[in-house]
């Protein structure tokens, strides 16, 4: 069951297949990230009305092959016919026309020339050092300091606050941590894959989830002409294909030229 709600939900779900090229409203070739944006099904529907006490709707994206007892009575409840890998919620503006079971489909709430904000969970590095983790220059590698090349130095102010403030750069965790960009444009659909291709790169691996959310439309698009009928462009092309022929005076005069021009001798 598909449900036509352009205005009513503005976010769906995705997964980043890779990087490839492209050319923005401008035909500047730039790089692009492929998005795979299956149909998103629709798991819950809260309201204001129900306990829940806000509105809000709960997406689903990507088949799993086996999940717990409770996710699969939530599943059979909704009306969804397979076990979901993700599951997100996104705001909804209105939700007259949602219900559970329903789908959300690529080219119902995008299109190309489109702005987007892009979400998703950056890749994990680890336990990585000041120069790594914040592009700290490091000490001097002369006048003895032989092992303090990538020391992150000093850290407090002296006895005065005698602490360290919250907030310090210092080494530790990097990475998976949640990311969004601002502003990416939509500069190519693909119906047959159901891919998003979106402007630059976005964050998180290959294969992680993301939120693509529509912000608003990329300033001075132009959308393309609209094609002519097969018709007329049919006959355009038979017409330019036919060669011109050019009168020339050899060719032979009409009968009633010539009556004319003996009756004057």
Known sequence: MWIRTKQMVNTLLAIKKGMTSGYDARGRRVGATQLQMNQNYITQVKSKETKDGYQAVQLGILNKKSVKKPQQGHFKKA???ENLRFLKEVKAQTIDDLQAGGQLLM??????????KVTGKSKGKGFQGGVRRHGFHGGPKTHGQSDRHRAPGSIGAGTTPGRVYKGKRMAGHMGSTNVSYTGLEVI??????NLLIVKGGIPGPIGG????QKVGQIKGYTPPPEEKPEEESEQATVDSEQPKTEETSDQPESTETKEETE???
Not at 107 to 116: E, K, L, R, Y
């Open 79 to 81: 009306g969804v016919p």
């Open 107 to 116: 080219t119902q709430v995008f299109a190309i020339g489109d702005a987007v």
């Open 188 to 193: 190519g659909m693909d119906q047959s894959k």
């Open 209 to 212: 989830l993301v939120t693509v």
């Open 263 to 265: 009756n004057a001798s």
